[in-house]
Structure formats: structure tokens, C-alpha cells
């Protein structure tokens, strides 16, 4: 039995007090990707996968293990470069870019097994999300002079602001490493917005949390969205939170797309039910 399965069976929880898809409006597509595909030597993770996102929506990419929603989104940050198809992000068909040009020009992402230095504290784990935003160079830093220093003041209350908005005010001088699992995926949340992106990837946020902190973490995502405006991407196994929050649901299955649309269309795809869900919709 999958994930998905074993959650279809599951007691109904609610995430994001019915906020999702009818109320949320989105605008045009921000991100395009066209015939994709991606092979690690023999091994086929993407094939000729096509599929957009609109600006300010939530859009899920679910599947079982190994479908290749992770490359997906390794591949959207520029960490993979497909071997076929072509990506158009803001209107420009983008080339060649790695992750570092992807990051610059407002992609950020969290990973599906957290990437904190897990030794130093919260505000400084956010505050290397800040990297890209730094002006002054490394000797300026260094010295602590003049701009360095303003800049420095101005990122971090920056850094205090996703703080506050995260609800961590009290950790935020904690070594991540003594945090328990669920507020680590808070503040790895927390580094990937102090980069102000324009899109969040989101790989697997809430895999591994109980109900309560999944709903917690589901307001926190919808919040993102609402207030900054941030279009998001959300792989995610858990099906009532992918019904509840996201707008359109694209579904991969060894490697191929097998269903696009909204969470009702993707619900009664019978190739959707038979490869993950399991269940047939009522
Ligand atoms: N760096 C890599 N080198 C070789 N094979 C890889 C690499 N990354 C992914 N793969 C393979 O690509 C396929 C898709 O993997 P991917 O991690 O994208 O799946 P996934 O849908 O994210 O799975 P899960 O739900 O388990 O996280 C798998 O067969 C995987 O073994
Ligand atoms: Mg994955």
C-alpha cells in the first residue's frame, strides 16, 4: 500500500480552513516546462514531461517513490539539466542555468531531507538564505565596516522578520541540531523565504509530522502564499493536504506524467487511481 493509500483511509483532517483553490486567484504562467526529459545513464527518471505554473498558485506534484518528483524540481533549480525539453520561466526561455543563476533570479527550494548546518542557531541558519542578497565583499564583511555593517543590520531584521512569521521567536537563538524534526522543516522553511523568492519549491514539507504540526506547517504555506504573494510547488504524499491547499495537481509515475488538473480532476483520473491513490472517488 502507498502513502497516498494508506492516508485515503485515514480519519479526515482538515489543513488551511477551506482557504484553497476556489478563493485563490492566479495569474499567468511564470514557469513553463516543455517535453522534459532526464536520464541518469540508464535510468529514465523524467520522460517528455510537460506542465505549467501560474503565478501565485499552489501547485502539487505528487506520485508514488521514485516517480521523479524530486528530479523535478532539482531540475526547475537548475541542480539538473535535462537532456531534452525546454524551460521558459518569466517569459524567457531559460539556458543552461545552474543553481546558483536559478536561486539569483528568485527560485528557492527546501529539500526532502533537511539541509541545515545543523551546529549553528536558528537565526544564523536563516540568515544564510540572506547569502545571495549581500552586496559587500568578503573583506568589507570582515572588518565589519561601514556599509558592510549597515547591511548586515538590514538583513538581519530581516531575518527576525521570518522569525516572527514563523512563530520561532523562542528557538531562535537554539542550535538547529537540538530542535525536534518538525520545527527543523520550520526553519528550513524559513532559510528558503529569506531569500524572497518568487517561487518555493517544497519537497516533502510535512512528511514525517503529526497531524497537528502538518496543519501548522499547511498555514505557514497558505500564509506565504496569501501574504507575499510566493507561487509555490509542493511535492507531498499526504492527500488531504494536497486536496485541501493546492490549486492543480500534476501526478508522475515512473518517470511519466499520468494526470494534470485540479484535486477533484486528479481524484477520479482512473490511471491516478490505479498507480497511486488506489482508492476510487466518491
Ligand atoms: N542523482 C541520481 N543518480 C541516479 N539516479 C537517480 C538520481 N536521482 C534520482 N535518480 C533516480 O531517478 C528516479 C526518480 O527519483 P526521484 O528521487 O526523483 O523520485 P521521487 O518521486 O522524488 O521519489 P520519493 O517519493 O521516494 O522521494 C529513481 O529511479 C531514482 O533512483
Ligand atoms: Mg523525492
Known amino acids: 500500500m502507498t502513502e497516498a493509500q494508506m492516508q485515503m483511509n485515514e480519519p479526515e483532517a482538515h489543513f488551511g480552513e477551506g482557504?484553497?483553490?476556489a478563493r485563490r486567484e492566479t495569474g499567468p504562467v511564470i514557469l513553463d516546462l516543455?517535453?522534459?526529459s532526464l536520464s541518469f545513464g540508464g535510468v529514465r527518471a523524467l520522460t517528455d514531461i510537460s506542465f505549467d505554473?501560474?503565478?501565485h498558485e499552489i501547485r502539487a506534484i505528487i506520485g508514488p517513490n521514485g516517480a521523479g518528483k524530486s528530479s523535478m524540481l532539482n531540475v526547475i533549480n537548475g541542480v539538473y539539466r535535462p537532456q531534452q525539453g525546454q524551460i521558459t520561466y518569466r517569459g524567457e526561455v531559460r539556458k543552461n542555468m545552474d543553481c546558483h543563476a536559478a536561486a539569483k533570479s528568485g527560485i528557492a527550494r527546501t529539500f526532502q531531507n533537511?539541509?541545515?548546518?545543523?551546529g549553528m542557531t536558528v537565526l544564523d541558519n536563516i540568515m544564510t538564505g540572506r547569502n545571495l542578497k549581500m552586496k559587500s565583499n568578503f573583506l568589507m564583511q570582515a572588518l565589519y565596516w561601514g556599509p558592510a555593517r549597515r547591511e548586515e543590520i538590514a538583513h538581519r531584521i530581516k531575518a527576525e522578520e521570518i522569525i516572527d512569521f514563523l512563530e520561532i521567536q523562542a528557538i531562535r537563538k537554539t542550535p538547529v541540531g537540538r530542535l525536534p524534526y518538525g520545527l527543523q522543516k520550520?526553519?528550513?522553511?524559513?532559510?528558503a523565504l529569506a531569500a524572497e523568492p518568487e517561487i518555493l519549491l517544497l519537497d516533502e514539507p510535512m512528511a514525517g509530522m503529526n497531524v497537528e504540526?502538518?496543519?501548522?506547517?499547511?498555514?505557514?504555506?497558505?500564509?506565504?502564499?496569501?501574504?507575499?504573494?510566493t507561487t509555490i510547488v509542493l511535492i507531498e504524499h499526504d492527500m488531504g493536504v494536497v486536496m485541501d491547499i493546492s490549486?492543480?495537481?500534476?501526478?508522475?509515475?515512473?518517470?511519466k506524467k499520468i494526470g494534470d488538473g485540479t484535486p477533484d480532476e486528479v481524484r477520479c483520473n482512473q490511471d491516478v487511481i490505479n498507480a497511486y491513490l488506489g482508492v476510487a472517488c466518491s
Open 19 to 21: 482557504e484553497s483553490a
Open 247 to 255: 490549486d492543480r495537481v500534476v501526478v508522475l509515475d515512473y518517470g
Open 186 to 191: 520550520r526553519v528550513e522553511l524559513g532559510r
Open 114 to 118: 533537511i539541509a541545515l548546518f545543523k
Open 213 to 229: 504540526e502538518k496543519q501548522d506547517m499547511c498555514r505557514f504555506i497558505l500564509d506565504v502564499n496569501d501574504q507575499f504573494g
Open 53 to 55: 505554473v501560474r503565478q
Open 34 to 36: 516543455k517535453n522534459i
